[in-house]
């Protein structure tokens, strides 16, 4: 089981763990979280903050997230 | 981003890079750290309210500790922080439950993996530590050791902002990471949360009673050199308040108890290369960035001539608190509320006491 998602995660390279997205939410808000495949991030959508995911690994710290910009294309991501 | 004005302008530090900054550039926020139990569940509780916003550590500081002690822990084991573990771990057998998933927090986050050995019934196990290097080299370790029963899944995280929905985990290990937090009580709450009812939440943190020969050193060498003291050693927890901050959080059959260690060095410069390896040197906000060449070898001099055992090896005393924690579940006993008694003392005297 294991070998098969970390098989996924090489190549899709930042895909992320089926139990990490039953469980995650936001830090901040608590609110869930929406994979965007445009950037490959996980993005909160009450508060506009995007958080990366490197190597397969989310990282949800606070200071790591980016504020989104308020543009058309960010609302569509 | 006027969205994110009023969520946070209003209750916390709002750092931005300026308008005029290319697409390219990154935008971080820093959020005030009060936020976690700021109406983040709705105002659960007015008590969780009056947290203490005032910062005593410098968590940036710690999570690049981290990254460093992810490199020099790499290929070593490290005697005492595999006590700790498998101490915290051993409490999973006293429980007749199992805990299908788990989640463990940052401190020795190697060492509970490679203790586990299939206590507690864990079938998924996520890994969350604030630096990123730490979760690489677990991550790492587990590919090399080929040791795929359980399911593990990594995540970079801060444990004052627990990205952890509510009600998904069985359960909640913290091997000797919560005494870095600013909000203990706050990230005690958000656990408690996190935690399925019937949840167990399983925390060793270090005590006051932890390297108080190190700190009597240290206040006597700045004090003959510098004239002067600066706090060396972070403010850490008394048993006392152990008992307070589980009751706080809201666990319910609370329980709490200490173990000295005491571990040897061959000088005292070994002692801190094995705090750095760790992860546990100085990130208090207050302290001074400076030390002086002069004052770190009289602290090591006098280390050695106050605390020096008959065979030349200097000890220092790590105490360690161990907490234990259930979520609020119907089957737990509670005291039942006064005045509720059916029977009374002398009608258990009279069914079964008759000796006296």
């Known amino acids: 089981m294991v070998r098969f998602s970390r098989v996924l995660l090489k190549d899709a390279g930042v895909a992320i763990d089926k139990t990490l997205s039953e469980i995650l939410v936001c830090p901040l808000s608590k609110q869930p979280l929406r994979f965007c495949e445009k950037t490959k991030s996980l993005v909160s959508d009450t508060i506009g903050v995007s958080f990366p995911i490197k190597d397969g690994i989310p990282c949800l710290v606070p200071k790591d997230g980016k504020i989104l910009e308020e543009e058309s294309d960010a609302s569509k991501a | ?356």
Not at chain 2, 37 to 55: F, H, I, L, P, W
């Open chain 2, 1 to 356: 981003m006027r969205r994110i004005n009023s969520l946070y302008g209003r209750i916390g530090f709002l750092r931005r890079v300026p308008e005029n900054s290319t697409k390219q550039s990154h935008n971080t926020f820093l959020a005030s750290l009060s936020f976690s139990t700021d109406g983040a569940y709705g105002g659960g509780g007015g008590g969780e309210q009056n947290s203490s916003r005032v910062k005593i550590f410098d968590r940036d500081l710690k999570r690049i500790h981290r990254d460093r002690a992810a490199w020099l822990s790499r290929h070593k084991t490290d005697t005492f922080v595999d006590a700790v573990a498998e101490n915290l771990l051993d409490r999973l057998e006293d429980c007749k439950k199992s805990f299908p998933s788990a989640l463990c927090l940052g401190g020795s986050l190697g060492a509970v993996k490679r203790l586990l050995r299939g206590r507690g019934g864990i079938e998924k196990l996520t890994m969350m530590d604030t630096s990123y290097d730490m979760i690489k080299s677990c991550r790492d370790a587990q590919d090399d050791s080929h040791d795929n029963s359980i399911e593990t899944s990594y995540l970079v995280g801060d444990e004052e902002f627990l990205p952890i929905k509510e009600s998904s985990v069985d359960l909640i290990i913290s091997s000797l990471g919560l005494h870095w937090t600013n909000d203990l009580p706050g990230s005690m709450i958000q656990c408690k949360l996190a935690l399925k009812p019937d949840g167990l939440f399983l925390a060793a943190i270090l005590g006051g009673e932890t390297l108080k020969e190190l700190r009597i050193a240290c206040t006597l060498a700045h004090m003959e050199r510098e004239g002067g003291i600066s706090p060396r050693l972070s403010p850490l927890a008394q048993v006392r308040d152990a008992g307070n901050l589980l009751t706080r959080a809201g666990f319910s059959l609370p329980g709490v108890d200490v173990d000295e260690y005491v571990v040897k060095y061959k000088s005292a410069l070994d002692l801190i290369e094995h705090l750095r390896a760790m992860g546990e040197t100085n990130a208090l906000l207050q302290r001074n960035k400076i030390l002086n060449r002069e004052t770190a070898l009289a602290t090591a001099a006098i280390y050695e001539s106050m605390f020096a055992t008959e065979d030349g090896t200097i000890p220092a005393t790590f105490q360690v608190i161990y907490m234990t924690g259930w979520r609020e579940h119907s089957s737990h006993p509670e005291a039942k509320r006064r005045g509720s008694a059916t029977v009374s003392f002398t009608d258990l005297q009279k069914q079964f006491g008759g000796q006296s």
